[in-house]
């Protein structure tokens, strides 16, 4: 017997072969004959649809006699001069079968028969197997219109008749995808209204209503149906008309799904996402790591598809790569007889195989899958792996772990299913937000966290997850160990693996967070695994959901394990006693990795050595704690080979307490020396200058114990910019100039530009423009052709220093605007900040209202990056902004801040400064005159001016004028020979002194 099916593809079969039709008008010839199967169809008719252009009736004929080999009986195509007949019974096409079959679903539904509806219904769907009239040419979209409109109106018949019977939640996610993909289908939205009331969620199938109502207004300017309104009022009302139908009614479809258990958490997307794909393909792979939750979810979407033959599962864990996968399926199906009574029960109806835990038996489930779909056409596969089939046609689903407020809210449903009484005040829920961090949001291990709510509290499940493969068992459960234990699920998976495999587990789990390629791959050759071997290795991990992939900012990939694959590799590498050869290796490649950011760190590849420090930190600490304990001299290598990355980077004490915690007294000299070089200049970047200056004197007498010139300069070097945070400009011109002439002599470019830059800013502070300027030009000379991006960016900041210096305030704000904005286009952001700063300095001076969002911008910067000296620096100078436009409270809290952060660190330049403003804030005579004393002893002219100015108001204040006039004199005189740093602008009690003077009653 001949059929023909239009819903999808094409095709012709006799029997259970399928026949070899000619491509194109042949093929579309024939599916327009069996939409009128049996009937007449003029030639006309067929030229006018199967041609654009006119054609003539000869080729038609040709058309019509291919078609009659191709189906091997010319009598199947009748012809007389006037057209011709597809031959056929009618109910042998698919889609004159499924108009037959929709009418019975409205028959039945008629009598009050909702069994018979739905299994029409279903029947009805499962005729479908893709796009309708698929590669047919323009003349078949009414066709095609027509009949998907039969199929969504089967969907809507089915959906309906669900919910008659009773459904309610478990249908809810299908119809929310429905509904989306149908917004104006009323039939869909009473279907989803009245299944949410029934789950219990009144408010949401009140919120449902609001929706379509909305939809249908906006679309379509019309109100909804009669039965949609009525249906509103009957939720209002809570009607018992809406409760569940008559339990007596069963509807006899076939399957073996377990009963539903508790309602998932976080997978609603999934859930939809899924229900579309098994709807668009007939297979859909479900992949991802142990204990994600892929049988669960597989499960739960199994149970919405409309499948006459029923949704079976078929679990594959139990079985071996000798078994024969297609009697293992006849067996769920209760089907004897072998494979060809499989196929057989499998082409009566519509049937969904739901196959789980496909990953150990992949190949033979493939093959299985293969022939399944190409000999039944109304089959459709759902299979959970962890490693896709790999057929033509499968739809992977990638089902990643659950989301951290997901994973929250999982466990705290589970632990109040466990233990109803359960309370959880502040701290519980911060030990359950532990807990969910902790377990990578996979469920399994979340729910047997949860489970163990029985007998333990949650902050005692949180403290006990070091030793999470004890804890994450449920000794109660019946189940296999894989699915009641986490080191059960995950050990099926580590079991399956190439040795090779399992050692690219081993490696990963010495890194800390995530990898590069390279360096896997480095630990990958240690542990024996050949090179040649490793891409594919790592490539079958990834496969497998055993390793995921994140993008990295240089454009590559690198490599994470979750917490508790990386614990469970761990353990089985301890196991095998090759953690020292891991450890070793690991630590090995950072070191090479250092020696490189050394050498190219001051260079044009500046930029790939700030990645890598920013993305190695953790693996970089990782492999110093490992040095520590059993290669310090490796440790040692590692620090001062990263160093001056860290100080470009700006990451000042924390970089810093990396290099001392690697020194160790037997290294040698001239390694500890660099060490101590590096932290001195760290620590003095973030502004603890007693520390620096300790690192310094070490570095210093180390050195005075080598011949090395070079090095002895960099301590000259290194001491001139410790002057710079001290606010000693003579030391800084006077070390800077040393180290100078010493470099000048070696022939070192790099070195000699960052000392001219350091002297150019040493005349900066002394006011001397022309020697700044000739400084930092040379400097920018030397810098420019070496390609060190941080170096100009401060040679930048250096010339709208002096631009500022000159009062060419436009020019500096250019400048300073420019070093800011480069500094944090290239992620320097303690020198966005120190620049940004400096601009906001000089539109202080220029009265833009934008220095105080510049200021609070550089203060953010400065403690994004823990650079306390600069964020000091800012709130000094914001502060006195903020009291010359009259918010004095908001400038001493700013001020207070900043002298305890002084105090702490041991002073610093503008410490006095910061004293004097607050002094002044406050109106406190005595502390302004111990700061003027102290600015006197020290030589600090600005400190000296702003004091004076201050205790001329206060006495102009208390109607002593003479006093005022005289110490205002005396600033005056002294403010001419700071005026690079100090314009009238800044004097805000001296205009004040003036004023009270002039007037006292003001």
Not at 204 to 220: C, P, S, T
Request: aromatic letters at 4%.
């Amino acid at each position: 017997m001949l059929t023909v099916s239009v819903l999808g593809t094409v095709e012709a079969r006799r029997g259970d072969v399928r026949l070899d039709l000619p491509a194109g008008k042949t093929s579309e010839l024939l599916a327009r004959l069996a939409l009128a199967a049996g009937s007449h169809v003029r030639a006309d008719a067929l030229i006018e649809d199967l041609w654009s252009t006119p054609t003539g009736r000869n080729t038609l004929q040709s058309k019509v006699s291919q078609l009659r080999r191709a189906l091997a009986d010319k009598d199947l195509v009748r012809g007389d001069q006037d057209g011709y007949t597809l031959a056929i019974d009618p109910g042998a096409v698919d889609a004159v079968r499924l108009e037959a079959l929709a009418a019975e679903v409205v028959e039945a539904r008629t009598a009050g028969d909702p069994a018979r509806a739905l299994e029409r219904s279903r029947e009805g769907l499962a005729l479908f197997r893709g796009e309708v009239l698929a590669e047919v040419g323009d003349w078949a979209a009414p066709h095609r219109t027509r009949l998907e409109e039969l199929r969504l109106g089967l969907v809507e018949d089915a959906m309906a008749v669900r919910v008659e019977l009773g459904a309610g939640s478990e249908v809810v996610a299908e119809l929310e995808w429905l509904v989306e993909q149908h917004p104006l289908r009323e039939g869909l939205w009473t279907s989803l209204i009245t299944a949410l009331y029934r789950a219990g969620r009144q408010a949401e199938a009140l919120a449902a209503y609001g929706r379509v109502r909305n939809a249908l207004v906006d679309e379509l300017g019309i109100e909804p149906g009669a039965a949609l309104r009525s249906l509103e009022r009957q939720v209002l009302q809570q009607s018992p008309s809406l409760d569940a139908g008559d339990p007596s009614v069963v509807v006899a479809v076939p399957g073996n799904l377990p009963a539903p258990g508790a309602p998932l958490v976080g997978r609603e997307e999934d859930l939809a996402g899924l229900a579309s794909a098994m709807g668009d393909h007939r297979l859909v792979t479900v992949v991802g790591t142990a204990g994600v939750g892929k049988t669960r979810l597989a499960t739960e979407v199994g149970r919405g598809p409309a499948a006459a033959g029923g949704v079976w599962l078929v679990r594959l864990d139990a079985v071996d790569a000798t078994a024969d996968l297609p009697q293992v399926v006849a067996e769920t199906l209760h089907v004897t007889g072998g494979g060809s009574a499989l196929l057989e029960r499998l082409s009566g109806s519509g049937t969904v195989l739901l196959l789980d835990n496909c990953e150990h038996v992949a190949a033979s489930a493939a093959a299985l899958v293969r022939g399944l779909l190409d000999a039944v056409p109304h089959v459709r596969v759902l299979a959970t792996s962890q490693v896709p089939l790999g057929l033509d046609d499968e739809h992977v689903h990638v089902l990643e772990p659950l989301t951290h407020d997901r994973s929250v809210e999982l466990f705290t449903r589970r632990a109040r299913e466990t233990r109803r009484r359960l309370v959880l005040d502040t701290a519980s829920l911060a030990a359950v937000e532990e807990v969910c961090w902790s377990l990578d949001g996979l469920p399994l291990a979340i729910e047997l966290a949860a489970s163990r709510v029985r007998s333990m509290s949650v902050r005692d499940i949180a403290r006990r997850l070091d030793d999470r493969f004890v804890l994450l068992r449920d000794p109660t459960s019946q189940q296999h160990e894989r699915r009641r234990a986490l080191s059960g699920a995950i050990g099926w998976s580590y079991d399956l693996l190439f040795p090779d495999d399992q050692r690219g587990l081993w490696a990963l789990s010495r890194f800390a967070g995530d990898a590069s390629l390279d360096a896997t791959e480095h630990v990958l050759r240690a542990l024996g695994v050949p090179g040649d071997a490793v891409l594919d290795t790592i490539t079958r991990l990834v496969d497998r959901s055993l390793v995921s992939i994140e993008d990295a900012d240089s454009g590559g990939v690198r490599y994470r394990l979750l917490d508790s694959i990386q614990a469970f590799a761990a353990a089985r590498l301890a196991e095998s006693g090759d953690t020292s050869v891991a450890a070793a290796a690991h630590a090995g490649w950072y070191a090479a990795t250092a020696d490189w950011c050394d050498e190219h760190v001051r260079g044009e590849r500046q930029p790939e050595c700030l990645a890598i420090a920013r993305a190695e930190r953790a693996n970089v600490d990782l492999a110093l704690a490992w040095c520590t304990a059993h290669d310090p001299e490796l440790g040692l290598r590692i620090v001062n080979g990263l160093g001056w990355t860290w100080v470009v980077l700006g990451d000042g004490p924390a970089g810093a307490a990396r290099v001392r915690q690697a020194l160790t007294p037997g290294a040698p000299p001239r390694d500890r020396a660099t060490a101590l070089l590096l932290a001195g200049w760290l620590e003095a970047s973030a502004g603890n200058v007693a520390l620096a200056g300790s690192d310094l004197d070490g570095a210093g007498e180390l050195v005075a114990g080598l011949d090395d010139p070079v090095l002895s300069a960099d301590v000259d070097r290194h001491r001139a910019f410790l002057a710079i945070q001290q606010g000693r400009p003579d030391v800084v011109l006077d070390r800077a100039a040393a180290s100078l002439a010493a470099y000048r002599l070696e022939d070192v470019p790099w070195r000699t530009a960052a000392s001219l830059l350091l002297s150019a800013y040493g005349h900066l502070m002394l006011g001397d423009t022309a020697a700044a300027t000739r400084d930092a030009t040379e400097a920018v000379g030397l810098l420019g052709p070496i390609g060190d991006s941080w170096g100009m960016v401060h040679a930048e900041g250096i010339l709208g220093g002096i631009a500022q210096a000159e009062h060419r305030y436009d020019e500096a704000a250019r400048s300073l605007a420019r070093a800011a904005d480069g500094s944090a286009t290239l992620g320097f952001l303690g020198q966005a900040a120190l620049h940004r700063a400096g601009l906001a300095r000089v539109q202080q001076r220029l009265g833009d209202p934008a220095a105080v969002a510049s200021y609070e911008q550089a203060i953010g910067e400065a403690l994004s990056v823990g650079d306390g000296r600069l964020t000091a620096t800012a709130r000094l100078n914001l502060a006195r902004l903020l009291r010359g436009a009259g918010r004095g409270a908001d400038a001493v809290t700013l001020l207070e801040e900043s002298q305890r952060w002084y105090e702490s660190a041991g002073g610093g330049d503008f410490a006095l400064l910061t004293d004097c403003v607050l002094a002044a804030a406050r109106d406190d005579d005595g502390a302004l005159r111990s700061v003027l004393a102290a600015s006197r002893a020290t030589g600090d002219v600005q400190v000296q001016v702003f004091a004076l100015d201050a205790l001329a108001r206060l006495a102009a204040g208390t109607g002593d004028p003479a006093t005022s006039d005289e110490l205002l004199a005396e600033s005056d005189r002294l403010a001419a020979q700071v005026a690079h740093v100090v314009d009238e602008g800044d004097r805000i009690d001296a205009v004040a002194a003036r004023r009270l003077t002039r007037d006292p009653t003001r």
